[in-house]
C-alpha cells in the first residue's frame, strides 16, 4: 500500500497534465484564429470546435511508422524517447501546494533544469539520425540555440536560489513573502525569455521554421513518434510555466481562494501570455537570436547575480534597494533588446 499511493498519485498527475494539455492545443487553435480573425476550430465536437485536439491525437495514432531508408534507424527510433521520458519525469518534482506534491526534492531546481536540457539531446539525435538535410540544419539550430539559451535560464535562477537559500521549491515559494518578481524582475524577464528559446515556440522556433526548414529536426517523423516530440514541447510548457510561478510568482499564495485555485490561476496566465506572444510576434533571425542570447539575456543573469549577491551582503534590509536596483537594470535590458531585435 505504502508504495501503491504514490504510484497512484503520479498516474493521476499525468492524467491530468494530459488533460490539460488537450485544453491547452484547443487554446492556441482558437487564440490563433481569433489574432489572425479567424475563427479556428469550429467543426470536430460541434461547440467551438472542442474535439479536434482529440482528433488530431487518433490521427497520429493510425499514421503509418515510416522510417527512411538513409536513416540510423536504431538512433531515429530512440530520439523521441529521449526526449519526452524526462520531461514526464520532471513533473514529479513541481509541487502545486504545500500538501500536493509527488515528492519533495531538496535539489528540485536542479533536477528541472538537468531533466529539461534532454530535449536538446533528443533534437540533434533526431535531426542526424533522419539522413535529410533539412533536419540536420534543424538540428544544428536547435544545439545553438538551446545552449545559447540554458545558461541565460540557469542563471536567471540562480538570484532566486541566494535570496531564498534553498533549492527545494517548496522552500522557495515558503521564503516569498514579497513575490520575487518585484525583488527579481530582471530574472524574471531573461527566464521568461529563454524559457521560450527552450520549448522552440516563436518567435524562437528557428529549429522548425516550416517556411525555410520544411519541420527541422522532425520532417521525417511521421505518426506517433513525431507526436511524441510534440507532446514534449507541451510537456515542457507545464514544467516550466509551472517553474517561473513557483519561482517567481509566489507559487501557492494568495488571498481568500485555495492554494490549488491560485496556482493554476498563476500558470494560465502564463500559458495564455506564451500563446499569444506565439502568433503575436514575428520570427527572429538567426543574428538576433545569437545577439540576444549572448549580448542581452547572459550578461544581464551575471549582472542580476552580482547586484543580488552584493546587496544581500552588504545591506541587512537589502529588499528595497534590491529592487530599486533591478527595475532600473531591466529598463536598460529591455532598451538593448530593443535595439537588437529592431
Do not use: C
Amino acid at each position: 500500500m505504502a508504495i501503491a499511493l504514490p504510484f497512484l498519485i503520479a498516474l493521476a498527475l499525468v492524467i491530468f497534465v494530459l488533460s490539460n494539455i488537450v485544453f491547452f492545443m484547443w487554446a492556441e487553435f482558437k487564440i490563433s484564429g481569433r489574432v489572425a480573425d479567424r475563427f479556428g476550430p469550429m467543426e470536430t465536437g460541434r461547440w467551438h470546435g472542442w474535439a479536434q485536439p482529440l482528433a488530431d491525437i487518433l490521427k497520429f495514432l493510425n499514421k503509418e511508422d515510416i522510417i527512411p531508408a538513409n536513416a540510423d534507424k536504431l538512433i531515429f527510433r530512440v530520439a523521441p524517447f529521449v526526449g519526452f521520458i524526462p520531461v514526464v519525469m520532471v513533473l514529479a518534482a513541481i509541487p502545486y501546494t504545500n500538501k500536493i506534491f509527488v515528492r519533495d526534492f531538496d535539489i528540485a531546481v536542479f533536477f528541472v533544469i538537468a531533466l529539461s536540457s534532454f530535449t536538446f539531446v533528443s533534437m540533434v539525435m533526431g535531426g542526424w539520425a533522419s539522413g535529410n538535410k533539412y533536419s540536420l540544419l534543424g538540428a544544428f539550430r536547435a544545439a545553438g540555440m538551446l545552449l545559447s539559451y540554458e545558461l541565460p535560464l540557469g542563471l536567471a535562477i540562480a538570484g532566486v536560489v541566494m535570496l531564498s537559500a534553498t533549492l527545494s521549491l517548496i522552500g522557495i515559494v515558503q521564503q516569498q513573502t514579497v513575490w520575487n518578481i518585484v525583488l527579481q524582475p530582471i530574472g524574471f524577464l531573461v527566464f521568461m525569455v529563454a524559457m521560450q528559446a527552450e520549448l522552440q515556440r516563436s518567435p524562437f522556433d528557428l529549429a522548425v521554421a516550416e517556411s525555410e526548414l520544411v519541420a527541422g529536426y522532425s520532417v521525417e517523423y511521421s505518426g506517433m513518434r513525431y507526436a511524441m516530440f510534440q507532446l514534449g514541447e507541451f510537456f515542457g510548457l507545464w514544467a516550466l510555466a509551472s517553474m517561473a510561478v513557483l519561482l517567481f510568482l509566489g507559487g501557492w499564495h494568495g488571498p481568500y481562494l485555495p492554494g490549488i485555485v491560485w496556482f493554476f490561476i498563476k500558470f494560465y496566465g502564463i500559458f495564455l501570455f506564451l500563446a499569444f506572444s506565439r502568433v503575436s510576434v514575428p520570427r527572429v533571425r538567426p543574428d538576433q537570436l545569437m545577439d540576444l542570447g549572448w549580448k542581452i539575456l547572459l550578461p544581464s543573469a551575471l549582472v542580476n547575480i552580482v547586484i543580488t549577491a552584493t546587496l544581500i551582503v552588504l545591506v541587512p534590509h537589502y529588499q528595497v534597494p534590491l529592487a530599486v536596483s533591478e527595475f532600473v537594470i531591466l529598463i536598460a535590458a529591455l532598451y538593448l533588446m530593443r535595439r537588437v531585435l529592431k
